[in-house]
């Protein structure tokens, strides 16, 4: 079946780590996003790619890194100058073939990080 | 700039009676919205979309919403509701310039409660 994977369902970050959350998609799609929920905040962007080695700041992009290095995958890393980083992380992947507004966002399952 | 707002964050309705969650969004062009359902610490589904042509939309589910440019609203119906609808629904509009197209921008989110 295709889809969407993250990993891990669940991750504790200890104060000063950086924490690495995956995203893999086996769609074939060009287009990844990350987006960062909180309760009663709807879902916030943090970076978008829409081809490989080729990614964008979103709206809340400080305090995190991605890379791009191939098209099934597109890791975020949470890194330690991320103040508030208790939250549920979706990864989500469009076909990426120009028309970019009009495309549907598949999401995965999410990632819930906790601070410990 | 693009906004989405989602005036009720919880209804409350009951199995078998009629829904109608509100959407309304800010921009002066033609809107490419979108409708998402997500279930208790899960992904987004995607239930229907709009970009242009019928004002009346169809989706899974059950689901239709009707775009009105006059109100600048997008509301999702459903004419009996099940208990298996009880989830956070997002209201998201696109963004359709530049290198930032197709990034979603989302509302924070109605949560819906089915009584028996």
């Known amino acids: 079946d295709g889809g969407i994977t993250q990993s891990p369902k669940y991750l504790f970050r200890k104060e000063g780590q950086n924490v690495t959350l995956s995203c893999e998609q086996n769609l074939n799609h060009d287009a990844m996003y990350w987006y960062r929920q909180d309760p009663g905040q709807g879902l916030r962007l943090i970076y978008y790619?829409?081809?490989?080695?080729?990614?964008q700041k979103g709206d809340i992009a400080e305090g995190y890194s991605v890379s791009r290095e191939k098209k099934e995958s597109f890791p975020l890393t949470v890194t330690s100058a991320q103040k508030n980083p208790t939250a549920f992380y979706l990864c989500a992947s469009s076909i990426g073939r120009g028309r970019f507004a009009q495309e549907t966002q598949y999401f995965g399952p999410g990632t819930r990080l906790l601070v410990l | 700039a693009q906004s989405v707002t989602q005036p009720d964050i919880h209804i409350t309705v009951s199995e078998g009676a009629s829904l109608e969650l509100r959407c309304n969004y800010s921009?002066?062009?033609?809107?490419?919205l979108f409708w998402y359902v997500q279930s208790p610490g899960q992904g987004l589904q995607l239930l229907l979309k709009y970009f242009s042509g019928d004002t009346l939309v169809q989706g899974i589910k059950g689901f239709e919403a009707e775009f009105k440019r006059s109100q600048s609203s997008f509301n999702l119906r459903k004419p009996s509701v099940h208990w298996s609808d009880a989830a956070e629904y997002f209201c998201?509009?696109?963004?359709?310039?530049?290198?930032?197209?197709?990034?979603?921008?989302f509302g924070k989110g109605t949560k819906l409660s089915v009584k028996p």
């Open positions: 998201a509009v696109a963004r359709n310039y530049g290198g930032s197209q197709g990034n979603l921008i």
């Open positions: 921009y002066g062009a033609t809107p490419y």
């Open positions: 790619s829409q081809i490989v080695n080729d990614f």
